[in-house]
C-alpha cells in the first residue's frame, strides 16, 4: 500500500480481554516500530522490528505485551488480560532503514479498556 | 537517555501571523536528528521537519523553519504565515544516529490558529 495501515482503527473491550493490534508497513520497509499515545501525550516507543527480528523490546511495560512479526512485514501487538490503564493510542510506524532514518506512521488504533 | 521538554502546552496565533514553538532536549550523544511531528484533529502523525545534528545550517520546508541551537540543546520551529490548516499538536522527537533508533518524543504543544 502507500502509507501504513493499521487495523482496527477503534477497539472497545472488556477488562480482562485479549487484544491483537494489527499493523501492515510500507511494502520493502525492514524496520517496524511499535509506539503508545496516551491522551495529552507525545508517543512512547515499546518495540522494534528489524526484518522478523525483534531487536528491542525495552519499551513493552509488562509481560501481558508481546508483539510479533514472522514473515518481516505484518506485524502483531497482543495485550493479554487487558486493564483500564491499556487505553491510549497504540501507533505503528515503518521505515526503510536507509540513511534518512525517517520513521512513517500508521493512523493508529485506539485502544479502550472497560 | 535522552529527554525532550516542550513547555508550551497551548499557543495561538492569528492566521497570517508568525509563531515559534519551543523544544529543549538532554543528551549525551555528539550525532543525532531532531524532528517537528504535526498532529491534525485527524490524529495523523506528519513529519513536518527534520535537522541533522552535525549541520549548523537550519533546516527550512516552506513557511517551516528551525533555530537549532546545538551548545543550548535547544530546537525551536517558526511557522510563518500562518494557516488554518496549521492548526493540530506540534511534537518535538530526538533520534539518535545508529543503526536503528527510537523516537523521544516531547508532550507536545497545542497550536490554534484562529481566523
Known amino acids: 500500500g502507500a502509507g501504513v495501515s493499521q487495523s482496527p482503527r477503534y477497539k472497545v473491550t472488556k477488562r480482562g480481554q485479549d487484544v491483537a493490534l494489527r499493523c501492515d508497513p510500507i511494502?520493502?520497509?525492514?524496520?517496524l516500530y511499535w509506539y503508545r499515545q496516551a491522551l495529552g501525550q507525545g508517543p512512547e516507543f515499546l518495540t522494534y522490528?528489524?526484518?522478523?527480528?525483534?531487536?528491542?523490546k525495552s519499551g513493552l511495560p509488562n509481560d501481558r505485551f508481546s508483539a510479533e512479526r514472522p514473515e518481516g512485514s505484518i506485524s502483531t501487538l497482543t495485550i493479554q488480560r487487558t486493564e483500564q490503564r491499556d487505553s491510549a493510542m497504540y501507533r505503528c510506524?515503518?521505515?526503510?532503514?536507509?540513511?534518512?532514518?525517517?520513521?512513517?506512521f500508521g493512523p493508529g488504533t485506539r485502544l479502550t479498556v472497560l | 537517555a535522552q529527554t525532550v521538554t516542550q513547555s508550551q502546552p497551548e499557543m495561538s496565533v492569528q492566521e497570517a501571523e508568525t509563531v515559534t514553538l519551543s523544544c529543549t532536549y538532554d543528551?549525551?550523544?555528539?550525532?543525532?536528528?531532531l524532528f517537528w511531528y504535526k498532529q491534525p484533529p485527524s490524529r495523523q502523525m506528519i513529519l513536518v521537519i527534520r535537522?541533522?545534528?552535525?549541520?549548523?545550517q537550519n533546516a527550512t520546508e516552506n513557511r517551516f523553519s528551525v533555530n537549532f541551537q546545538k551548545a543550548a540543546k535547544s530546537f525551536s520551529l517558526k511557522i510563518s504565515d500562518s494557516q488554518l490548516g496549521d492548526t493540530a499538536m506540534y511534537f518535538c522527537?530526538?533520534?539518535?544516529?545508529?543503526?536503528?533508533?527510537?523516537?523521544?518524543f516531547g508532550k507536545g504543544t497545542m497550536l490554534l490558529v484562529s481566523p
Open positions: 522527537a530526538f533520534m539518535k544516529h545508529e543503526g536503528y533508533s527510537t523516537l523521544t
Open positions: 510506524a515503518s521505515s526503510s532503514g536507509g540513511v534518512l532514518l525517517e520513521q512513517f
Open positions: 543528551t549525551s550523544e555528539n550525532n543525532y536528528y
Open positions: 535537522q541533522e545534528a552535525y549541520k549548523q
Open positions: 511494502s520493502g520497509h525492514v524496520s
Open positions: 522490528f528489524n526484518y522478523e527480528a525483534q531487536q528491542d
